[in-house]
């Protein structure tokens, strides 16, 4: 059941003037960088949907075997019947696990990619046709308002991906405590978090043999290139994905690999051979880290889930301080060093 078609064409000029704003301030500063949201039209979400089937890219897989095995606790946690609103839905590939243990009363996916959105909420309708879904094609770091059926039901926020990872750790509380506002007092979030690891693990991960993320980086060239009436030699750059140790993050540029001269949007640009442009951040958070940043934004962790290898967690949390009488879930046989509490 699609509902709630809003007002896609209206938005669509706000888009255009964002990216705009955020290119051509980001190419004049220095350090030169570009908000990774930018990467998602349609080529750049594919792209991505691509990057998640890499043998490299253990992200998407470690986290939808976690979500499976994790189902079942996670529906007793949060009972029947909540909204699941899910933040940067995209192809909404691991939604259908957590919709099938959930059985939430609604479920909103937001995604700034709006092809995607729509198809993807058109996919999950005809799985579940019972469910009424309410896509909201919108920046999920901008304030947010639930769609008035959704409003007053109790929620769950559905955060996969590590998405939060692409957010430095100011902006990553602000988003937090922006989704405890708008889910409301009551509210559940269950969040994927990426764990510090071996860089001989992170560093393929984001500079594959096949060259789908270089693609997916240089893509973001294409788009200025397509939408902001740019003639930035793509050709000129290349993808770079290196550990920053001392901000626990995977950094991508583009560097350019000789004297590049463009236009964007009428105003000239210039960068020296070796100079580059900052496009992602990937921050990693260990798992003491993970619950600090939630309880920062306003939740309050109560389970968590993680691989054996210690990949990547999924935490559950509930709005506001903790309930007295905690009681933490935790994994049987996971080593003491390894959870929460
Ligand atoms: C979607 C932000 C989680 O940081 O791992 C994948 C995006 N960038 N490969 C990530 C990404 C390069 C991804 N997130």
């Not at 095995?69 to 949060?78: G, H, P, Q, V, Y």
């Not at 071996?198 to 294409?222: H, K, M, S």
């Not at 590049?260 to 580059?276: C, D, I, L, N, P």
């Not at 990949?311 to 994994?331: M, N, V, W």
Request: hydrophobic residues 45%; charged residues 20%; aromatic residues 8%.
């Amino acid at each position: 059941m699609l509902l709630y078609k809003n007002e896609a064409e209206l938005r669509i000029a706000a888009v255009d003037t964002a990216f705009r704003r955020d290119v051509l301030n980001g190419l004049a500063a220095r350090p030169r960088s570009i908000p990774a949201r930018w990467f998602y039209n349609r080529t750049g979400s594919e792209l991505f949907e691509a990057i998640t089937t890499l043998p490299e890219y253990y992200v998407t897989r470690t986290e939808r075997s976690l979500l499976s095995s994790a189902a079942c606790e996670i529906a007793e946690l949060t009972g029947r019947g909540r909204a699941i609103i899910e933040f940067g839905s995209g192809c909404s590939t691991k939604t259908p696990i957590l919709l099938s243990a959930v059985r939430p009363a609604a479920y909103v996916p937001i995604d700034v990619s709006k092809e995607i959105l729509w198809a993807s909420a058109e996919r999950i309708s005809q799985s579940f046709p019972d469910l009424p879904i309410y896509p909201l094609e919108v920046d999920f770091t901008q304030p947010l308002r639930l769609p008035g059926p959704v409003a007053s039901t109790p929620t769950l926020g559905f955060f996969p991906g590590s998405t939060i990872g692409n957010l430095l750790v100011p902006q990553a509380v602000d988003l937090l405590r922006s989704m405890a506002a708008a889910l409301g007092s009551d509210s559940m979030l269950l969040i994927g978090v990426d764990q510090v690891k071996d860089a001989d693990i992170l560093l393929p991960a984001y500079n594959d043999a096949q060259g789908v993320t270089a693609a997916f980086n240089l893509n973001l060239l294409r788009r200025i290139n397509a939408e902001l009436e740019g003639s930035v030699p793509v050709d000129a750059f290349r993808h770079v994905a290196y550990w920053n140790d001392s901000e626990a993050r995977v950094e991508m540029h583009l560097e350019a690999v000789r004297t590049v001269q463009f236009e964007v949007a009428g105003r000239r640009f210039a960068m020296a051979k070796g100079e580059t442009i900052h496009t992602e951040n990937s921050l990693k958070y260990g798992p003491q880290d993970a619950r600090v940043l939630l309880q920062a934004g306003g939740w309050s962790p109560i389970a968590d889930w993680s691989d054996q290898h210690g990949l990547f967690s999924l935490i559950l949390a509930i709005e506001g301080p903790p309930p007295t009488a905690t009681c933490f879930h935790r994994q049987p046989g996971l080593p003491w060093s390894k959870g929460m509490q």
